[in-house]
């Protein structure tokens, strides 16, 4: 198991904490995880269309970044280590039109200050809507 002190992440704390941030403003909820992964679902629907109807680009690299940087942030000790976005990258393969899409984080690598993600998208049928990975830069989280 990778996350910090073998313990599973609360999934509810995970929703609550992107209440007061982009997450909210998405509907982005986190709704499982497994003991190297953890996703998060959004909806598809006008907070998240691009002007045509389809789910954003921008929309699903959000949802990408929000799963990984949290994923990354289970892994590591909340008292010292908070995990920041570096670098993210994404192929959109399917439009979207309606429903639901889910992310799933898995690592890759787990280094003591970079981590890289792989995020998989998926519509409600399970078929492919984007792939993404993301760099995350763990740094001392700042007590000031």
């Given at each position: 198991m990778i996350w910090w002190n073998a313990e599973m992440p609360s999934l509810e704390r995970l929703t609550r904490m992107g209440t007061k941030a982009m997450p909210a403003l998405l509907g982005i909820e986190f709704?499982?995880?497994g003991?190297?992964?953890?996703?998060?679902?959004?909806?598809?629907?006008?907070?998240t269309h691009q002007p045509f109807g389809r789910l954003h680009g921008g929309?699903?690299?959000?949802?990408?970044?929000?799963?990984?940087?949290?994923?990354a942030a289970m892994t590591v000790d909340?008292?010292?280590?908070?995990?920041?976005?570096?670098?993210?990258?994404?192929?959109?393969?399917?439009p979207v039109r309606d429903g639901w899409v889910y992310a799933t984080?898995?690592?890759?690598a787990l280094g003591r200050t970079t981590h890289v993600w792989s995020i998989r998208i998926e519509?409600?049928?399970?078929?492919?809507?984007?792939?993404?990975?993301?760099?995350?830069?763990?740094i001392p989280l700042d007590r000031k």
């Open positions: 709704d499982d995880c003991p190297d992964w953890i996703r998060a679902r959004m909806p598809v629907d006008e907070r929309a699903s690299v959000a949802l990408a970044e929000t799963v990984g940087s949290m994923a909340p008292d010292k280590f908070v995990g920041v976005g570096m670098e993210i990258n994404a192929n959109h393969v399917r984080a898995r690592p890759e519509d409600g049928e399970g078929r492919l809507v984007c792939v993404s990975r993301l760099t995350v830069a763990i």
